[in-house]
């Protein structure tokens, strides 16, 4: 199983100057989950036969992040892909794979102020292509600024997600107050795009990993 977000993170580690220290970083984590040891939840991940891929853009430190969902897109979809945001030196190999022909590019973002000719609210597959969902990973502040600061993004549809299954999504899966993390945002999207074992393994899989979070949090396992 390969894990995009993993990678990355092994990889930043590997060239950070500092460690990087995330609450409960004196615990001893499970390298797959980041949950604590026994609350680890990697028995019960299933990839999914999927013909979308994924691709994380990620905000500076947010691979590093315990509470980070976008590592969950990537323990499903199978044909995945991740990267640390940059402004102005954007990972190589991220430039190759947005004009790659065999993929299909498609920003996942709200459609407030966007322009109204690069919205589309569903995809229309191209021929011979694999649609590629590029999610935007940090805090909503840190995805804004990762919109509008990157260029070579400009030229990519933007997908947006309706309010009414945000909230249709939220009643059934995910009720709390804050705005929906990266994983349940994936999971609307790929349920409304055809990629229904996609969505339904990813739900079950955040379920599991949001019961296990709060669980480590309420016994002080996370902090």
């Known amino acids: 199983m390969s894990n995009s977000v993993l990678a990355l993170r092994t990889q930043q580690i590997a060239d950070s100057k500092r460690a990087f220290k995330a609450r409960g970083s004196k615990l001893t984590r499970c390298e797959a989950c980041l949950l604590a040891e026994p609350l680890c939840i990697c028995a019960g991940v299933k990839q999914a036969d999927c013909e979308s891929a994924v691709c994380l853009l990620m905000y500076h ?3 590093f992040k315990p509470s980070n969902t976008g590592r969950l897109i990537a323990d499903i979809v199978p044909d995945n892909y991740a990267f640390r ?8 190999a991220l430039l190759a794979l947005i004009t790659n022909e065999a993929y299909q590019p498609i920003i996942v973002f709200p459609e407030e102020n966007v322009e109204p000719q690069r919205v589309i609210k569903s995809v229309s597959r191209e021929v011979g292509k694999r649609p590629l969902y590029i999610f935007l990973d940090g805090t909503w502040r840190e995805a804004k600024k990762m919109f509008r600061k990157s260029p070579y993004l400009d030229s990519l549809p933007v997908l947006s997600v309706s309010p009414q299954s945000l909230s249709n999504y939220k009643l059934r899966v995910a009720p709390h107050e804050h705005q929906l993390g990266t994983a349940e945002v994936a999971c609307v999207v790929l349920a409304e795009n055809g990629e229904m074992q996609a969505a339904e393994f990813l739900t079950q899989h955040f379920i599991d990993f949001r019961d296990a979070y709060l669980k480590g949090k309420r016994s002080k396992l996370n902090d």
Request: no cysteine; aromatic share 10%.
């Open 61 to 63: 430190n947010e691979s």
């Open 85 to 92: 945001w940059d402004r102005t030196e954007p990972d190589e």
